[in-house]
């Protein structure tokens, strides 16, 4: 039986960019993989470098290509018990960036660019009914909530300088790697790029602002059909309210057990 989940995505273009007519740099999917009899929810988030020309290209091959990865190899992590999962998922995730990365090179190649030019941070999560894995190159962060208990699954990284952060398509992309697993059920959780981390996450003490996104959980999870919030998400993210705090491009993906 597949577990039950509700969720809802969304990217919006941000005011700096759209002043300059610039597309969306961000991209996300989501959704339910049944992986051989076993079902696991799917999120992902890529947010394209302000400075790359084809960030736009970068992002969503990356989310399309780790969704592709999972649809076909995530068997192999399903038939795991727990202990061999948490032994495994590291090697899995490695191996997909690195093919998520020979994507983004085909299409530089198509292009006719440097890879430099589809730069794209990334986060990722596979959950299944008792554990979860979770991939993060980059700024942005995850949030989860285990029994009324919510944190940030990996803070946002920096780069070498101010400002700046890492990105799949650096070469040395595999150093800033990280990979965690969480064990147990996972009741609800949160993807965002960096255009939203001074609304959901508190710097002071590296913990979440839950005002922020408690209200959008219980929204997702009264509603009977989650495809009526897309188009409200989209409203909220582009709004003045939160506009006026942040001027980037905006990705949000929320997800709900309804079970």
Excluded at 107 to 134: K, M, W, Y
Excluded at 140 to 163: F, H, L, R, T
Excluded at 213 to 233: I, Q, W, Y
């Amino acid at each position: 039986m597949q577990p039950e989940w509700k969720w809802v995505s969304g990217s919006v273009v941000g005011t700096s960019h759209a002043g300059d007519e610039l597309p969306c740099q961000d991209s996300n999917l989501a959704g339910v993989e049944d992986l051989d009899g076993q079902a696991c929810f799917v999120s992902c988030v890529a947010d394209g470098a302000g400075s790359a020309k084809h960030s736009d290209v970068g992002s969503a091959t990356a989310c399309r290509t780790f969704r592709s990865l999972v649809s076909d190899h995530g068997w192999r992590l399903s038939e795991l018990d727990p202990s061999d999962f948490a032994v495994s998922f590291e090697g899995v995730a490695v191996t997909w960036c690195r093919q998520i990365r020979s994507s983004i090179e085909c299409e530089a190649e198509r292009l006719n660019v440097p890879v430099r030019q589809l730069a794209c941070t990334f986060l990722a999560a596979i959950v299944f009914d008792n554990i979860a894995g979770f991939i993060q190159i980059g700024d942005g962060a995850i949030v989860v909530q285990k029994k009324d208990i919510s944190g940030v699954v990996v803070w946002p990284q920096s780069g070498e300088y101010a400002n700046t952060t890492n990105f799949l398509t650096d070469e040395d992309f595999q150093l800033n790697l990280e990979c965690h697993i969480v064990p147990g059920k996972i009741d609800q959780l949160a993807l965002f790029s960096d255009g939203l981390e001074r609304l959901i996450l508190k710097f002071v003490d590296k913990t979440v602002h839950a005002p922020f996104l408690m209200p959008l959980f219980a929204k997702l999870r009264e509603v009977k059909n989650s495809s009526d919030l897309v188009g409200p998400l989209g409203n909220f993210l582009g709004s003045s309210e939160v506009n006026s705090r942040t001027d980037d491009d905006k990705t949000l993906s929320l997800a709900v057990r309804v079970n």
